[in-house]
């Protein structure tokens, strides 16, 4: 049986949070791996997290939109 669409989102920001943290232990300074995993953060509703890669990415470029 096929995993339903909630299922299938849910897998993908795991993915992406998982993603994330291999990008970064390679470049710890990558602000689009950051960002992208603060963004399934938010999407996984840890916001406190999210606000960690946020804040790590405008230290890392502060002119960053």
Same mark, same amino acid.
Do not use: F, H
């Given at each position: 049986? =096929?995993?339903?669409?909630?299922?299938?989102?849910? @897998?993908?920001?795991?993915?992406?949070?998982?993603?994330?943290?291999?990008?970064? @232990?390679?470049?710890?300074?990558?602000? $689009? =791996?950051? &960002?992208?995993?603060?963004? =399934? &953060?938010?999407?996984?509703?840890?916001?406190?997290?999210?606000?960690?890669?946020? $804040?790590?990415?405008?230290?890392?470029?502060?002119?960053?939109?």
């Amino acid at each position: 049986m =096929a995993c339903p669409l909630p299922c299938l989102r849910l @897998e993908a920001l795991e993915l992406t949070v998982i993603s994330g943290i291999q990008v970064l @232990e390679l470049e710890s300074t990558n602000v $689009k =791996a950051l &960002y992208r995993r603060a963004q =399934a &953060y938010i999407e996984l509703v840890d916001l406190d997290l999210a606000e960690l890669d946020i $804040k790590k990415a405008l230290e890392i470029d502060p002119d960053n939109r």
